[in-house]
């Protein structure tokens, strides 16, 4: 009985936010299906924009009613107790394993914050889009999905989740149906499986060599049963590292981030920008750090491969977000770049490093959501989509150019802005690791990155606010409406944290200490 309440407690969140997607799916499904075959016969029957009006209104407040309490919910249960729940036996020493340590608490936690931003956000923006029931259906089936995800205690559990969310997670990137998102949406599929399947490979050969699938800080590898069997097993490993970084944009599988992000409606790019990706990096963590142990891979072929892989992905990323004119593909290639910072803090195997990775996905998620927001909110308003065509857009939208100046400071890592302080650790992190050329060749990197986001964002708030007289957009009045309140709360939340980081920085210091003690 007391486990079956401990399980209530962990999944009823997950319960209530799928079970609710799934309905307005259903119901969004059932309605197409109705218009579709009455066709004109309902013409004369269509709901006046009153009743549409009513309709969105409810609709609205079923989704902010059901996502506040998952939201709760989720909160309330990782942070009272560190649950573990086996539901059920998919095979011989493989349960349906669930447990909040503390890195899944960080991932949840910031899932739970992101999310209701970027819900309230689509309230308004997807009257841009349409097809809102159909959004919000999967929007939290996803929330669920990744609850989920970030709370698996073993790597098949996660592994299967890790699918479901792909899945979950293409319709949001198809959502307008035109030619181009349904491309966007299957390379995002074909990708996402091709690096699951490499991932599928490593947890094979895996499940033959540990002692337990179970994440266990230090890995679960028999050096026993790893004798004289290491050369293929470091392959299996790299091919698992190789796998899910193509869900985190790293080299060379990355080109499905820059097809999706633009397809995709703003606060869906805003939640693959600051969660899904991140769903590559919490993967590769539980491989690394949590099954296989940062010690097999130290010094090896695949941990110096993997660090050339994050530093190009770093600066190519930079360099084609720089040459890149299309506003949200320039984000995107912003993204690639960045996350790739937090994989190459994984990569160097440092104290310090691996606490510098831990905070940049913290604070990348808020920038990024602000700036895709932020790139939603003038497509919104403009119907633009080239960051050359917001020249004096300041003069329109004061408060979202602010923001999005404040958001960009912030991914650049100027100081006090939060990006600072991640990217200090990720310095530090490479110059006090042990891996030789690399020590000093990550923080150039790093530094030649910045410089080039410096280039490709802090034009648009220069242009914005000085336009010359090469601007034709006109001039009025900013409404302060939800798109404009979330930007800027995001965008005060990212000053915060850099200001006052230290409660972040004791949490990241507390996981990266329980890995290294082992």
């Not at 309230?120 to 997807?126: C, D, G, P």
């Not at 490993?237 to 633009?262: N, Q």
């Not at 720089?322 to 770049?337: D, G, H, M, N, Q």
């Not at 905070?359 to 308003?381: N, S």
Request: proline share 3%; with cysteine; glycine share 8%.
């Amino acid at each position: 009985m007391d486990a079956f309440i401990e399980g209530m407690k962990m999944f009823a969140p997950v319960l209530l936010s799928g079970m609710s997607g799934i309905g307005l799916l259903f119901s969004s499904f059932r309605s197409h299906i109705r218009e579709t075959e009455n066709g004109s016969e309902n013409a004369e029957n269509k709901e006046s924009p009153a009743d549409t009006a009513d309709s969105l209104k409810k609709l609205h407040i079923f989704v902010g009613i059901v996502l506040t309490v998952a939201v709760i919910m989720a909160l309330v249960s990782v942070w009272t107790k560190e649950r573990s729940v086996t539901l059920f036996y998919l095979a011989d020493r493989v349960p349906a394993y669930f447990h909040g340590d503390a890195l899944g608490r960080r991932f949840i936690t910031l899932t739970s914050v992101i999310w209701p931003a970027a819900g309230v956000y689509a309230f308004q923006y997807m009257k841009h889009e349409g097809e809102e029931k159909r959004f919000f259906g999967f929007f939290l089936l996803l929330y669920g999905v990744l609850l989920s995800l970030e709370s698996a205690g073993n790597l098949i559990t996660f592994y299967f989740f890790y699918e479901l969310m792909t899945l979950s997670s293409m319709p949001l990137v198809m959502h307008n149906g035109s030619k181009e998102s349904i491309m966007a949406g299957l390379k995002y599929l074909f990708y996402s499986l091709c690096g699951a399947y490499f991932a599928l490979f490593g947890i094979y050969f895996l499940y033959q060599y540990c002692d337990t699938l179970n994440f266990t800080a230090g890995g679960t590898l028999n050096m026993t049963l790893v004798s004289g069997n290491v050369q293929i097993l470091q392959i299996a490993v790299f091919l698992m590292i190789i796998g899910f970084g193509t869900k985190a944009g790293m080299l060379p599988f990355h080109s499905w981030l820059t097809a999706a992000h633009p397809a995709a409606p703003a606060p869906a790019s805003a939640a693959l920008s600051s969660i899904i990706v991140k769903s590559g990096v919490l993967a590769t963590i539980r491989a690394v750090y949590y099954i296989v142990g940062m010690e097999f891979i130290r010094g090896t072929w695949v941990q110096t491969v993997c660090m050339i892989l994050t530093l190009l992905t770093v600066f190519m990323g930079s360099m084609l977000a720089y040459r890149e004119k299309v506003f949200k593909k320039r984000l995107a290639y912003s993204t690639i770049s960045q996350v790739s910072y937090i994989l190459f803090g994984l990569s160097l195997g440092s104290y310090m490093a691996m606490t510098g990775a831990l905070l940049h996905v913290v604070f990348h998620a808020f920038i990024k959501c602000a700036l895709f927001l932020t790139a939603g909110t003038f497509i919104y308003r403009t119907d633009r989509i080239r960051a050359d065509e917001y020249s004096g857009i300041g003069r329109q939208m004061k408060v979202t150019l602010w923001g999005y100046t404040f958001a960009s400071l912030a991914l650049i890592g100027i100081p006090p802005f939060s990006g600072f302080t991640s990217k200090w650790y990720l310095a530090l992190g490479a110059l006090s690791s042990e891996t030789g050329f690399f020590a000093f060749l990550g923080p150039v990197v790093l530094l030649v990155s910045a410089l080039l986001t410096a280039g490709y964002l802090l034009p648009v708030t220069v242009k914005g606010f000085l336009p010359g007289k090469d601007t034709d957009i006109p001039v009025k009045k900013e409404p302060f409406d939800k798109m404009t309140a979330v930007v800027l709360i995001l965008c005060i939340v990212t000053v915060i944290l850099g200001i006052w980081p230290n409660p972040l920085i004791r949490f990241a210091e507390q996981i990266a200490a329980s890995l290294w003690c082992y």
